[in-house]
């Protein structure tokens, strides 16, 4: 452990990305092949299965530390992180030990076949034998989620540094369903792969939003289409395999299994870059239909009735297993537009449809119109643009519809977590309904960290009820609320829920008694339901 | 039983001797505990301090009517009997001592017990009632020891010195800046201090505080005339341009109990997080509290209602006073301009999991 808590403090203690990645390089040179697996495995969200409950490790703890339970409770919200509230609060360790990491998810392993008075010695004899950072990694492996500011980006990049293996390769090793038991070192990251290239993706090519409509000129040299609401993805058909792949280089392939089909129709080598979309026959479904199947790993039958998905495609990335991605955009178009044609019309494959324009004007009404056809906006492509990798000003823009916007006032807070901690960031607003206000929704960004400390006092000082780390605050604070879409929700109190809710700015200017009343939610949601 | 001492609109009151401890508007009379902003403000029409804190209170406050006291000289103020006693916060902080009656009740001010080398340290009075800051009071708080600090910094120092790197300290000006620099080991380079900290330090070393040598940043100096250099600074300047002149491959960090946290560390941004404050920590609020014998405490400035609460639950009679100190604030002195994830943050996270674990 005390290898991989160097790693950890090493990695903690810098804010340089360099510097991160070479700590690690040298871990994965250094440490032991089983630790190393252990660290992979970790940094790439697979933890050990959970031992036992929050609830009781924070008895636990409160117990060994001699402090009342509500004591930890309310030093938990300060702090926002279980593991670390632990750590910090227990006395300072009476013994020593030298074990590895992999002893230590071991041992968790053994606890985890004997009874509630074993389990509980052992962590307890754990916690006093380790000094404070390998306690809170301890801690860390008990109450999952080890996020300790390593992406899984970052740490490939280490792996590829210290293994001299090309980054994309090892991105697709470490994908699937092995943990460290099911496998080695050797086997997962030495022994090549000869199917990994049959799925590399390309990088995708990241819009910048509009600043300036003259950015869009001579309108003759460039293309509009809408910017659709769903999830970028990237379809690979190569050698009767398909991968689909989202922008955070995840492989969503088994979540969107009514794609498969288009392997049988695509000839092979066809990369093809778009937009995962619910859709029926009738067109785009609403975004929050699409989010019934974001995080699900398997889908039930009925949920694939429900929302089902096309792939509304906007480029063609590969042909005939030649990369494309140099030709201009027009040419690319036309290619995508012949294969579109060839397939048959029932596929779940559409191209998404260019958006003619003659003049800047006709673009804007055309962009206004996004909402209504169940887009965010426009994207706009130089005719002659390459496809660039990375998120590059020039040759793409995307131009979203303004958001909708409601001032409202705050009436609960309460504090964030990670680097909020100790801050109150994570709030809920209300609008007027005659002399009551009335819930509708949660927002916890948009505002400055000056911002966000000026509030944190101001709701020190102007807390009417503490409901554990929720602060009733007296309704005063107004802000301008702006969100992307609105839908009717027989589950809130207000009858609504916001897509994408934040704070567009804090109305210092306004009082409380003059803000949005429920009766301009419920026209909001009859106009964009 | 009368109150010795009550809480006014404008601070802390002595009805007895007509004086404010601390106060936060203009009062006649003012007994001020120390020199920082939120409990020596401007306006009072006499003050009252003790020696070693008077010549900082001069320099922030101008042209004051100020009466100065030794530490444990007791004096009649009319029906109150007044002394001054070492509070180990900063140099010349005092805790306040007022008897009226027999009865003693004593304002802590800001306090820790640890020993700092710099200001006299903590002595505990035995009174009635002890009005005490909380600012760290939580368990959480746990400040690193005495020699692990000084071995922590200078290891720091020391690397950073060996690749060439400057390195950025972001401490408060009037007492932090002056502990750390004792800290320091003066082989590994040298001290340099921006202009807010070397004020303090030319006040401190004019009334005979021993202070190590330092190097005041001055506009147009040569960037490359001290390599290796730790440069102190309030915590504010480390994310403003005036830290751009030590070069990009600077290495920063800030010392403050609220370092204990990783999660505002991490907000702050900083390469490392030193955890020191000059308020006491949560044992040491419980062993200066339990020191005074005391059986009513009033808590004010930080967590009053949680720390109320478990004193409540140790026997005492705890209440909260509500003042307007404001401690170790957290943001104390920090310029933000970043601002949080623009909505488009929130779209990619909000279909993208992987996005956000950065
Ligand atoms: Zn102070
Ligand atoms: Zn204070």
Known sequence: MKRFAALYASVDQTTSTKAKVEALASYFREAPEDDRLWTIALFSGRRPRRLITASVLREWAAEKAGLPLWLFEECYPVVGDLAETIALILPPATTTSDHSLTHWIGHLKTLSTQDDARRKAGILAAWDGLPPTERFLFTKLLTGGFRVGVSQKLMTRALALATGIDEAELTHRLMGNWTPETTDWHRLIEVPDPTAALSRPYPFYLAYGLEETDQITPVGAWSAERKWDGIRGQLICRAGTHHLWSRGEEVMTDRFPELAVLKDFLPAGTVIDGEILAHDTNGPLPFATLQKRIGRKTVPKKLLVEAPVILMAYDLLEAGGTDIRQQPFSARRKQLESLCASLPPDLPLRLSPQVPFEDLEALARARVESRDLGAEGLMLKRLDSPYLAGRKKGDWWKWKVDPLTIDAVMIYAQAGSGRRANLFTDFTFAVRDGDSLVPFTKAYSGLTDAEFRDITAWVRKNTQQRFGPVRQVTPTLVFEIAFEGIQASPRHKSGVALRFPRMARWRQDKPAGEVNTLEDLRQMLAQFG | ?358
């Open chain 2, 1 to 358: 039983m009368n109150a010795v001492l009550t809480l006014t609109d404008r601070g802390i009151y002595c009805p007895a001797g007509d004086f404010y401890i601390d106060p936060w508007r203009a009062v006649p009379r003012a007994l001020i505990t120390h020199g920082h902003a939120d409990h020596a403000r401007p306006g009072m029409g006499a003050y009252l301090c003790t020696t070693t804190a008077a010549p900082v209170m001069r320099h922030r406050l101008g042209d004051i009517t100020a009466d100065t006291i030794p530490y444990a000289e007791t004096r009649q103020i009319g029906g109150a009997l007044v002394s001054f006693h070492p509070a180990g916060h900063v140099p010349g902080s005092a805790q306040i001592r007022v008897e009226v009656g027999g009865e003693v009740w004593v304002v802590s001010g800001d306090y820790k017990v640890v020993d700092d080398g710099l200001s006299d340290p903590f002595e505990p009075v035995a009174c009635h009632a002890f009005i005490t800051e909380c600012t760290f009071g939580l368990p959480v708080f746990k400040w690193t020891a005495p020699d692990v600090l000084k071995a922590e910094i200078n290891s720091w120092w020391r690397a950073n010195a060996a690749a060439g790197r400057t390195s950025l300290l972001g401490a408060y000006s009037l007492g932090k800046a002056q502990r750390l620099m004792a800290l320091l080991d003066p082989a590994i380079g040298p001290i340099l201090t921006h202009g807010a900290i070397e004020n303090t330090n030319a006040v401190l070393r004019g009334q005979g505080i021993a202070l190590p040598d330092t190097i005041r940043v001055t506009p147009g100096r040569d960037r490359k005339a001290h390599p290796g250099a730790m440069v102190l600074a309030p915590p504010s300047a480390l994310s403003g341009t005036w830290a751009r002149q030590f070069g990009a491959d600077r290495s920063s960090a800030f010392a403050s109990g609220w370092m204990a946290l990783r999660g505002v560390r991490r907000r702050r941004g900083a390469d490392r997080g030193f955890i020191v404050s000059d308020h006491a920590d949560w044992d040491g609020l419980n062993t200066a509290i339990k020191a005074t014998g005391a059986e009513r405490i009033f808590v004010t400035h930080g967590y009053t209602s949680v720390f109320r609460r478990w004193l409540e639950d140790q026997g005492y009679d705890a209440r909260i006073v509500a003042t307007e100190y404001e401690g170790e604030y957290e943001g104390e002195g920090l310029d933000s301009t970043a601002s949080d994830p623009d909505p488009e943050a929130g779209t990619e996270a909000g279909t993208e999991p992987e996005a956000q674990d950065t």
